[in-house]
């Protein structure tokens, strides 16, 4: 495995990046881990808010088994080792935005063990390998509840609905060696999370955070001391915040400095990171095992169950796509990147394959291309997502079929597919009001063919004489002839035979 060759250049040579992350993504369940309050994003302040959630005395947490079972699909999803003995610890601190006084957490014995995610190359993005990315252990743990302040000079305001929701904390290795191998890594994480349906992976709100740890050395050396800049909420962000970081240090070393390991900030406004406060190790916290709640055991059955609801995933889809389909390394990458992109292709696919009468493999390569260069235009020009296609893949398979079975040619399909989107109407009945269909009766072009080649004796000549390009004029003037509605293999064939 050759490292990508990501490096700053100090005073003193080049410096190379180690990063690690931890990243918090919110559990998608519709209750809390240990209550039965409600998770919903934007809810107003304290409406989601438990006794449990409060910290009331007394209360006693139960563990949530969807939480539970999302987080074993999450790790069997990134091929880890899931432990079916597991406990929760408490990790003690004092915060106005936790109310137990302490969070409930996994330190010695987390639920995923040992997993790694596969980023791949990218030239562009500086990529030069697909490289396999260690992930440490995924564990389960309540996030805490939300403060503001300075909304009114004098106050500060505590917002619980968050408080007890759970996360699963997924730590990778010290693997990434580039702010593009951590962005592909964030971003492939999102797109397994979303697949297996375990986080929705928005991260503008919050449902995944990603705390950046950061360190510098001169290549070859060992690790240097890290920083972890903390809850950096967009792919962009994580590759700045690095960016920033690794600069920083280099200047601190090589001006004679010492890095502390510490926690900081990360400003959107500005690109850089500031100190927060110095950092905790984990003694500081007394972690111990939470007395409330027993061991979580998880048996053979659950386990199974667990990995039978499992979709494909993005690497063995990508792979089929490309093995099975036929599609281009490229288009099987842009068609798996989401789960909306592959749903609406595995749509279209299944429907083109219905209207032509074949197999899915045969009409892949047409359903592809078109969803790429003709739906993704259309719709970019509209501004609008797939999501939000104002025509099914029902629909454009009917147009699709049109395509296959020659009754229009591609050209005249992209003026069909505008007329749909503007009208509402089916392909088929804009082809027949609009009078589009390919004419592919040989006798009409023949006679079109015979008009312009007396129009154009000099022409013929000079293409007889050797100028063979003329051919592409010819071609020209007979689509011209016949409104762009005569099937062009058609047209070239009867060009070749009377041009001899
Ligand atoms: P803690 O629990 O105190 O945050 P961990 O040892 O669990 O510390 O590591 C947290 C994260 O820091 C992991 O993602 C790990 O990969 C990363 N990390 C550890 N050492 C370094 C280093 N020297 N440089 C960059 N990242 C590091
Ligand atoms: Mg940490």
Redesign the pocket.
């Known amino acids: 495995m050759t490292e990508s060759t990501y490096r700053i250049q100090g005073a003193t040579g080049d410096w190379e990046v ?5 990243i918090h993504a919110q559990v998608t369940s519709n209750s809390k881990l240990f209550s039965s309050s409600a998770t919903a994003f934007g809810a107003e302040p304290n409406t989601q808010v438990s006794l449990i959630d409060a910290a009331m005395p007394g209360m006693l947490p139960v563990p949530n088994g969807e939480c539970i079972r999302q987080a074993v699909r999450t790790g069997m999803a990134i091929d880890a080792q899931i432990n079916k003995w597991s406990r929760f610890d408490r990790k003690n601190y004092f915060y106005a935005d936790l109310p137990q006084g302490y969070q409930i957490s996994q330190l010695y014995h987390p639920l995923v063990g040992e997993g790694s995610l596969t980023i791949e190359a990218d030239e562009k993005a500086g990529i030069p390998e697909t490289k396999v990315i260690g992930i ?1 252990r995924i564990h389960v743990e309540q996030d805490a509840g939300k403060l503001m302040h300075d909304q009114h000079p004098t106050m500060s305001y505590v917002d619980l609905n968050r408080s007890g929701v759970a996360l699963m904390e997924i ?4 693997d990434m060696r580039s702010p593009a191998e951590a962005g592909a890594y964030v971003s492939k994480l999102r797109t397994i999370l979303r697949y297996v349906g375990s986080c929705d992976g928005n991260m503008d709100q919050g449902s995944m955070r990603c705390d950046v ?3 510098v050395r001169k290549p070859g050396d060992e ?2 001391t ?1 920083t ?1 800049t903390k809850n950096v909420n967009s792919v962009r962000f994580v590759m700045q915040t690095i960016e920033h970081e690794a600069n920083r240090q280099v200047d601190v070393i090589e001006g004679g400095g010492k890095i502390v390991q510490e926690t900081r900030l990360f400003d959107p406004n500005t690109g850089t990171t500031r100190s927060m406060r110095s950092k905790e ?2 003694h500081d916290y007394r972690y111990f095992p939470d007395p409330d709640l027993l061991p979580l055991e998880l048996d053979d059955a659950f386990l199974e169950e667990c990995r039978a609801s499992l979709p494909e995933l993005p690497d063995a889809k990508r792979a089929r796509y490309e093995g099975e389909l036929g599609l281009s390394t490229y288009n099987a990458a842009v068609l798996t990147a989401d789960v909306d992109t592959f749903g609406w292709f595995e749509a279209l696919l299944a429907e083109t394959a219905t209207a032509q009468g074949k197999a899915p493999a045969e009409v892949a390569k047409q359903a592809a291309n078109w969803l790429i260069s003709e739906l993704f235009g259309a719709l970019n020009k509209l501004g609008r997502s797939l999501a939000e296609s104002p025509i099914s893949p029902q629909q454009a398979a009917e147009l699709l079929a049109l395509v296959g079975k020659g009754t229009i040619s591609g050209s005249i399909a992209k003026q069909v597919l505008e007329i749909m989107l503007e009208t509402g109407d089916g392909a088929g009945v804009i082809v027949e009001r609009e009078g589009l269909k390919q004419e592919s009766d040989t006798g009409a072009i023949e006679a079109k063919v015979d008009e312009i080649l007396a129009a154009n004796g000099d022409k013929v000549e000079q293409y007889r004489g050797g100028k063979v390009a003329l051919f592409g004029f010819f071609v020209g003037q007979t689509m011209k002839a016949m409104q762009g509605k005569a099937n062009p293999q058609v047209v070239n064939e009867i060009l070749k035979s009377r041009l001899g």
């Open positions: 180690v990063i690690g992350l931890e440490e730590v990778s290795r010290p740890n950061v360190s690790f240097g890290r972890e190790d984990a």
